[in-house]
């Protein structure tokens, strides 16, 4: 089992930047990707970015490319978004998510392709 907690989501003026935090506990050995996603009231949950655990091998949705940057810390357990020139409709709550399996590039970017959860951070960005 794996336990996931996010932090870092606040409000923040448009233009402004967040860097999110999630914290990976239990069996984080076995982790082989970890990703952000995030759902804005009333839609899906929707996939942002995600990172292989051992390597720096990133990938993103179109819309995030250049703005957010996904990272991890191995040693902290932890993995990282740094979200900047914020937009209102980037107002969500951001969901941290984890896999001990290799899945390909499209499952990856699918709620269905992850097994852990975290609770979710809250992020609103004011116009």
């Known amino acids: 089992q794996v336990h996931l907690v996010e932090s870092g989501g606040g409000l923040v003026q448009t233009g402004g930047s967040l860097r999110l935090s999630c914290a990976a506990s239990?069996?984080?050995?076995?982790?082989?990707?970890m990703a952000w996603f995030r759902q804005a009231p009333g839609k899906e949950r929707e996939f942002v970015a995600r990172?292989?655990?051992?390597?720096?091998?990133?990938y993103y949705a179109n819309s995030m490319k250049g703005r957010f940057t996904i990272s991890r810390d191995n040693a902290e357990n932890t993995v990282y978004l740094q979200m900047n020139s914020l937009k209102p409709e980037d107002t969500a709550v951001y969901y941290c998510?984890?896999?001990?399996?290799?899945?390909?590039?499209?499952?990856?970017?699918?709620?269905?392709?992850?097994?852990?959860w975290g609770q979710g951070t809250q992020v609103t960005v004011s116009s």
């Open positions: 239990g069996r984080s050995f076995s982790i082989y990707y």
């Open positions: 990172i292989h655990w051992n390597s720096d091998i990133t």
């Open positions: 998510a984890a896999t001990p399996k290799f899945i390909s590039t499209a499952a990856g970017t699918t709620t269905g392709g992850y097994d852990y």
